[in-house]
């Protein structure tokens, strides 16, 4: 018993061979690259999760309950060596600390983004869908990407750095300032 091929079977076939003949070939090079950036990501990700965030907390609970003090310390007289002491401490604590916090928080969604795409990279890298100037167009584009976050990351572990350090300077000047 001889049975025609359904015509829809003939066209699936015929499809499936033509998109197999248009797929391109992906540089092994740019496959090794977005792997490299894939890992640099996850390691930018766990610098992140290892910086020293309950210190952070802690300076700004602390900051927090001592800002009243500071502030009404402002509206009396002081000396210029008092007035110096508080103003940095408080410039540091109120504006640098909160600053750092969030910046810490968007650079996890930074992070996050790009691993994302970097996976979707692979996947488009690995079915062939981008052409060799689309290739190296992205692998670029994330190369960038990457030195960005990179150097987002070191400039806010040397804030945090800053801050722990303002914190040690200021501390043992602020007690006698808040309570005489």
Not at 6 to 21: I, V
Not at 62 to 67: A, D, G, W
């Amino acid at each position: 018993m001889k049975r025609a091929i359904p015509a829809w079977a003939f066209l699936a076939l015929l499809t499936a061979t033509l998109q197999q003949a248009c797929r391109r070939t992906s540089e092994p090079e740019f496959i090794a690259a977005t792997e490299d950036m894939a890992k640099h990501t996850d390691s930018l990700r766990m610098s992140l999760d290892n910086m020293d965030t309950a210190a952070i907390t802690h300076m700004y609970a602390l900051f927090t309950s001592e800002r009243p003090a500071i502030e009404q310390r402002f509206k009396d007289t002081l000396s210029p060596q008092e007035a110096e002491i508080l103003g940095n401490y408080h410039r540091a604590m109120a504006v640098t600390l909160p600053r750092v916090m969030g910046d810490r928080q968007r650079l996890y969604a930074r992070l996050d983004s790009t691993r994302q795409r970097l996976g979707n990279l692979r996947h488009d890298l690995d079915q062939g869908l981008l052409d060799k100037k689309q290739q190296r167009q992205a692998i670029e584009t994330e190369q960038a990407w990457d030195s960005t976050l990179t150097n987002d990351v070191e400039r806010l572990r040397a804030d945090i750095g800053q801050l722990e350090k303002d914190r040690l300077k200021y501390r043992s000047a602020i007690d006698p300032l808040l309570h005489p």
